[in-house]
């Protein structure tokens, strides 16, 4: 399994973020999994931001939950992340991610994707 | 949330040491608990999963241990390509969250 980030590496304060991760070698469609995103500032840890499930379902950080939004298109094996009204404090590498449905950490991750929120 | 602390934020060690690293929540996790070893410029690699079982693939110098509140990462005999951050997870209930990661540095 691999998952690959892309997305605009620059975004405008207020703007909203928007990410894409696709899914290789494994379907997007599995119950066994959550499809997840993660970031990391800068010289900081890891923050969990949400995860969605193939049905649909989906949790988030209740820190971030009015902003974020995660969708799954099943068609492309692809879910993406959108993160509204963004500051410089969501500048950070975001990671996509697979947790497991009954055991919620992280086997394979995308390589990172860097995002900086600057006019 | 539930709080993930770690100790010590770095640690200093050389190659053949035997490192432990502690990582305390601040209510009960049970067992549901990750470690993973992180590079630089790189995402960061399970090791270990449900406190105590160690990831396909790596090294068995790795151990965890623990419950409820408190867990242990042990490398048994540090090797030059553990020179890594170290992070904890808990998946216990949401929101998932992370331990402030400890660098281990020669």
């Known amino acids: 399994v691999q998952l690959q980030e892309s997305g605009p590496g620059l975004v405008k304060p207020s703007q909203t973020l928007s990410l894409t991760c696709t899914v290789s070698?494994?379907?997007?469609?599995?119950?066994?999994?959550?499809w997840t995103w993660i970031r990391q500032p800068a010289g900081k840890g890891l923050e969990w931001i949400g995860r969605?499930?193939?049905?649909?379902?989906?949790k988030y950080n209740p820190s971030l939950k009015s902003r974020v939004t995660i969708s799954v298109d099943t068609s492309e094996n692809q879910f993406s992340l959108k993160l509204s009204s963004v500051t410089a404090a969501d500048t950070a590498v975001y990671y996509c991610?697979?947790?497991?449905?009954?055991?919620?950490?992280?086997?394979?991750w995308g390589q990172g994707t860097l995002v900086t929120v600057s006019s | 949330d539930i709080q993930m602390t770690q100790s010590p934020s770095t640690l200093s060690a050389s190659v053949g040491d035997r490192v432990t690293i502690t990582c305390r929540a601040s209510?009960?996790?049970?067992?549901?608990l990750a470690w993973y070893q992180q590079k630089p410029g790189k995402a960061p690699k399970l090791l270990i999963y449900?406190?105590?079982s160690l990831e396909s693939g790596v090294p068995s110098r790795f151990s965890g241990s623990g419950s409820g509140t408190e867990f242990t990462l042990t490398i048994s005999s540090l090797q030059p390509d553990d020179f890594a951050t170290y992070y904890c997870?808990?998946?216990?209930?949401?929101?998932?969250?992370f331990g402030g990661g400890t660098k281990v540095e020669i």
């Open positions: 997870q808990q998946y216990n209930s949401y929101p998932l969250t």
């Open positions: 449900t406190a105590s």
């Open positions: 209510q009960s996790v049970s067992s549901w």
């Open positions: 969605m499930y193939t049905s649909g379902s989906t």
């Open positions: 991610a697979r947790g497991g449905y009954r055991a919620e950490y992280f086997q394979y």
């Open positions: 070698g494994g379907s997007i469609s599995s119950a066994s999994y959550y």
